[in-house]
């Protein structure tokens, strides 16, 4: 009998969460998708590459608009990974699978023979966008949501700049940038951002709910920076602030920004 027949040593499985996007159309499906049309001409690149969950709970849809709607946004490059709160008669063969509220996991341990074990299943950790008629349609990053623990949250330091097509996700706390931050990067923070340098590429802070949270920088040339899921681009910027030393912080659903 071969080695691989009688190795008896266990495979090991791991759960494994992933930073996701949330995206909550809204009917009508074809205004929804020209305000994501925006989005997308105004922060190339957005959706490439992510995680994107589509949440339509309590929406009045059937399973051909649904359908037609994945299809418009796979033209678009907005990759579909699972839905949420869709009701079993809304997915059919071929199209994402449902998916349902997570937290971490951690190792699975596979059942032994004959003893049957409950499923685990990890998820990507996401967060619901809400709506805000200042800013439409923002789509929200986040992990898991801090616990409060009454202790001070961590950060880390980044003592090089962050080059473009790189991605610095720290959920836990406060990121620190000792550099630049090049168009095409992007910072992703539980906490509050501080980039010492100039920042070209997206600054998303308070990814886990955290409105406290704020950005600064030595030099704003941002493509986008966002606070708890709220963003602005840098049309939305008074064009005062490019090029100078900014903080900027969320005041109830409004982002403010002004010179250091």
Same mark, same amino acid.
């Given at each position: ?16 969460? &992933? ?9 009508? &499906? ?16 957005? &959706?490439?590459?992510? !995680? ?15 359908k ?41 341990? !596979?059942p ?11 998820? !990507?950790v ?5 709506? *805000? ?14 616990? *409060? ?9 980044? *003592? ?9 996700? &720290? ?27 100039a ?17 600064f ?44």
């Amino acid at each position: 009998m071969s080695e691989s027949q009688t190795d008896k040593r266990p495979i090991r499985l791991k759960g494994r969460s &992933f930073l996701a996007i949330q995206l909550s159309p809204e009917l009508p &499906f074809e205004n929804w998708l020209e305000r994501l049309d925006d989005l997308a001409r105004r922060s190339t690149g957005f &959706f490439l590459g992510r !995680p994107i969950v589509l949440d339509v709970e309590g929406l009045d849809i059937t399973q051909d608009q649904l359908k037609d709607l994945i299809g418009e946004l796979g033209e678009r490059s907005v990759r579909i990974m699972g839905i949420e709160g869709a009701k079993s008669s809304l997915l059919g063969i071929g199209m994402p699978p449902p998916m349902k509220g997570g937290r971490p996991a951690g190792d699975v341990e !596979p059942p032994e023979d004959g003893v049957k074990q409950p499923a685990v299943a990890a998820k !990507p950790v996401h967060s619901k966008a809400s709506g *805000d008629t200042k800013v439409a349609d923002k789509p929200k990053v986040a992990q898991v949501p801090a616990q *409060d623990t009454g202790q001070q949250l961590p950060s880390i330091v980044v *003592d090089r700049p962050v080059r473009s097509g790189q991605s610095i996700i &720290f959920p836990e706390g406060d990121v620190t940038v000792v550099g630049s931050v090049s168009s095409g990067a992007e910072i992703v923070a539980g906490g509050s951002i501080h980039v010492y340098g100039a920042l070209r590429g997206r600054a998303m802070a308070g990814s886990v709910g955290n409105t406290n949270a704020r950005i600064f920088c030595s030099k704003l040339e941002a493509e986008l920076v966002a606070i708890d899921g709220l963003y602005k681009m840098p049309d939305d910027l008074d064009a005062g602030l490019v090029g100078q030393a900014v903080t900027i912080w969320l005041d109830g659903e409004t982002i403010r920004a002004d010179k250091i």
